[in-house]
């Protein structure tokens, strides 16, 4: 994300995604839900306030004269509306959504109060999160992970086959695999920049290295651009291989597998490495090294998954055993 070419906010938001962008040292994915988001929400309490024409589109509706006076006016019933509104009057906000939201609100407020001392009181202190219906992730059963490897052919099959080994093996973000380059190789372990350009070491088996190995016995940047010559993974075309091709290929991988291909994403690779992880010994506090979690409450839901174990732990108390006299 460009911020230079960026000219519909008001500059208060742009010192916010400036300071986002070069002091925390967020990602471009981070810095455009803070951007959208927080251009909804002005063009929102401008209609809400009766600031422009009904009949004005809301995507028309001009925000760069928003300054300081205008956020120190919003009231907090203001961004409660704000949480579950919808530019598209049919079109209801997922709890996720819903939950971005206010985090970005949350953190604007929180740099304008706590990093610029602009305004006095941080409203969104008293701001709730909507409520997020838990759900335990999906993941592939190790016979399943066979399968998918096993369809691994073909003149990509041995990156393919190393991209897959990698996700199952190692738990990485499809954004970490996709940065790798040949100089974060290591002998048993990988060097990956996480979220917030967190660096962090992850090692890996055997049975990856000779994945690794193979790959980069084919691997081949003869005609690939200059700039992408060091990106682990070549595409077909002869660049870094992209976040929409490892989708692409996972959704050919698992129909040829013959596993459902609109139940996992690359990102239910990372959730199938951390089970398998955690139902093999791995306790929760190197699970969250592992999968770079800056918070270990995100780490723990991998810990409702084991039911097979917390059975074998109910049953192992003899109290639970004895019958009635």
């Known amino acids: 994300m460009n911020l230079d070419q960026i000219n519909d906010i008001p500059d208060i938001l742009m010192e916010f995604l400036q300071y986002h962008t070069s002091v925390r040292g ?3 994915r981070t810095v455009q839900a803070y951007y959208m988001d927080l251009k909804i929400l002005f063009r929102y309490l401008k209609r809400k306030r009766k600031s422009v024409s009904p009949d004005l589109p809301f995507a028309e509706i001009d925000i760069t004269d928003v300054d300081l006076d205008f956020i120190k006016a919003i009231k907090i ?6 949480q579950s509104f919808s530019p598209e009057s049919r079109q209801s906000l997922s ?3 819903r939950c971005r939201r206010t985090s970005s609100v949350k953190s604007f407020f929180h740099y304008l109060c706590n990093k ?4 006095e009181r941080n409203i969104t202190q008293e701001l709730d999160m909507p409520k997020r219906q838990a759900s335990l992730p999906r993941y592939l059963e190790e016979s399943d992970c066979e399968k998918l490897l096993n369809v691994c052919d073909g003149p990509f099959g041995e990156r393919d086959y190393c991209i897959l080994m990698l996700f199952m093996s190692c738990g990485l973000r499809v954004s970490e695999l996709v940065s790798l380059n040949v100089t974060d190789l ?14 962090r070491v992850i090692y890996f088996g055997d049975g990856c290295r000779e994945a690794i190995d193979d790959y980069l016995m084919v691997r081949n940047t003869e005609n690939v651009a200059e700039n992408d010559k060091l990106a682990l993974f070549i595409s077909q075309k ?3 291989f992209g976040v929409r091709g490892v989708q692409q290929m996972l959704e050919k991988k698992l129909l040829l597998a013959g596993l459902d291909a609109t139940r996992y994403s690359p990102h239910k690779l990372r959730h199938t490495a951390a089970t398998l992880m955690l139902k093999n010994g791995v306790d929760t506090r190197a699970l969250q090294e592992v999968l770079g979690h800056s918070n270990l409450n995100t780490t723990q839901i991998y810990t409702h998954l084991d039911n097979a174990a917390l059975h074998e732990a109910a049953l192992a108390n003899p109290i639970g055993r004895k019958h009635k006299a």
Do not use: M, Q
């Open 26 to 28: 967020h990602s471009e």
């Open 77 to 82: 019933e203001e961004l409660y509306g704000y």
């Open 95 to 97: 709890a996720a959504s």
């Open 116 to 119: 610029r001392h602009l305004l």
């Open 186 to 199: 290591y002998e048993d372990h990988l060097r990956v920049f996480g979220k917030g350009n967190k660096e």
């Open 238 to 240: 002869n660049r870094r």
